[in-house]
């Protein structure tokens, strides 16, 4: 029979657990219930930069940064007591060289025979990169936000002003048309009054764009998505009619989504009115609405069989402003560009598969209820 070591194990045994103790990448330590050292590995003198005898004749709080003193207390009172087995915990120390250094400490209980505790085993991990990238990353984000806000408020600024010059252009011009009546067969005059229209409409576009903007997750309301369609439906009902076109609603009676009212409405219409619009000539204009759920999205897809569009060639700029892609003297190039921006706000995003001469298929996700 092997004799046992002083520590109660075969030498086997304790020999696999010391190479363990000794060879692990983080650093482990055992310590006294009052914070003394009593054992270190070479991971914990290479963190915090101290020989394992300087560590020895110190207490663990001498090197622990000031502020987060009292970080364990709770937890260490949970743990003295039973009622939790372990714990962890984030906190700054101080190396040897001065710096601070971020660790993640575990901690848990060495206990006599008498099940009392007697020692506590702490396992420290280098966590310092990591925080500096959280806090790097926290301070780009508090950046892109107060730019975005200027923004908005530059765009709001602009937009107002650009309202106000263009209306007052618009209300010289109607002064000088009634004032000298001869003016309207001026062909200089009526390129001024044209350009004044370019204008407004421009600066009507802007607006609208302007208006754009996250929406933050509590302004999000509980919405019926079958009744948003059909209500949808029931807008275009006369231009569908006019155009012998079909359209089905086939989203569940049932589902819910997040999202703004007024937003739902606006992308809806949109995709049908799109729809009927770029309809084919070759065949009756049909249009499907259907709906299922994934994970925690709901995709919502709006398909027709219409002229359709040219991925390869207009792919990219689908949604892009003022990017048209047909011949429709109305096209503008704001309505794709507009519901994108909508459906972002939401937090979701917008897919589309085409096929010239077959139509097209819009796949919408937002957030389920």
């Known amino acids: 029979m092997k004799s046992l070591s002083p520590q109660g194990t075969f030498p086997d045994t304790y020999d696999s657990l010391e190479k363990i103790f000794n060879n692990t990448y983080d650093g482990i330590a055992i310590l006294t219930l009052d ?28 090197i ?30 101080f190396h040897k060289d001065g710096s601070i250094i971020w660790v993640l400490i575990s901690v848990s209980l060495m206990n006599n025979p008498d099940g009392s505790p007697s020692q506590m085993i702490w396992q420290f991990s280098d966590v310092t990169s990591r925080k500096l990238n959280q806090d ?6 508090s950046v892109v936000r107060e730019q975005n806000e200027r923004l908005t408020a530059f ?26 009546s001869w003016l309207k067969e001026n062909e200089s005059f009526v390129l001024l009054r044209n350009a004044i ?18 929406v933050d997750s509590q302004q ?31 989203v569940d009676h049932e589902l819910k989504i997040k999202g703004i009212p007024a937003y739902l409405d606006s992308i809806i219409l949109n995709f049908l ?25 709901v995709i919502f897809k709006i398909s027709d069989n219409g002229i359709g569009i040219d991925m390869e060639k207009y792919g ?50 937002l957030k389920g209820a």
């Open 35 to 62: 914070g003394d050292w009593i054992k270190v590995n070479d991971s914990v003198c290479e963190l915090f930069g101290y020989a394992r005898n300087e560590l020895f004749n110190m207490n663990i709080e001498n």
């Open 316 to 365: 990219k700029k689908l949604f892009q402003l003022y990017k048209t892609f047909h011949n429709n003297k109305d096209a503008i190039g704001l309505g794709l560009f507009i519901t994108r921006n909508h459906i972002e706000s939401l937090g979701g995003k917008v897919e589309v598969t085409s096929k010239i001469g077959q139509g097209t298929e819009f796949s919408i996700f």
């Open 273 to 297: 009115t799109n729809a009927i619009k770029y309809r084919s000539e070759e065949r009756e204009p049909k249009i499907k609405l259907t709906s299922f759920i994934e994970n925690d999205s």
């Open 64 to 93: 622990i940064y000031r502020e987060d003193l009292g970080i364990h207390t709770i937890k260490y009172q949970h743990l003295m007591q039973g009622e939790i087995n372990r714990y962890r915990v984030r906190q700054r120390y």
């Open 136 to 141: 790097k990353l926290r301070l780009m984000l």
């Open 197 to 214: 229209e370019n204008l407004e409409e421009t600066v009507s576009h802007l607006t609208e764009v302007a208006k754009i903007k996250q």
């Open 155 to 180: 765009a709001d600024i602009t937009t107002h002003n650009l309202r106000s010059h263009s209306g007052n252009l618009s209300t010289i011009e109607g002064f000088l048309e009634d004032e000298f």
């Open 220 to 250: 999000l309301e509980t919405l019926n998505l079958h009744d948003y369609v059909e209500k949808a439906i029931y807008t275009v009902t006369a231009y569908a009619k006019n155009t012998k076109t079909t359209i089905v609603n086939n």
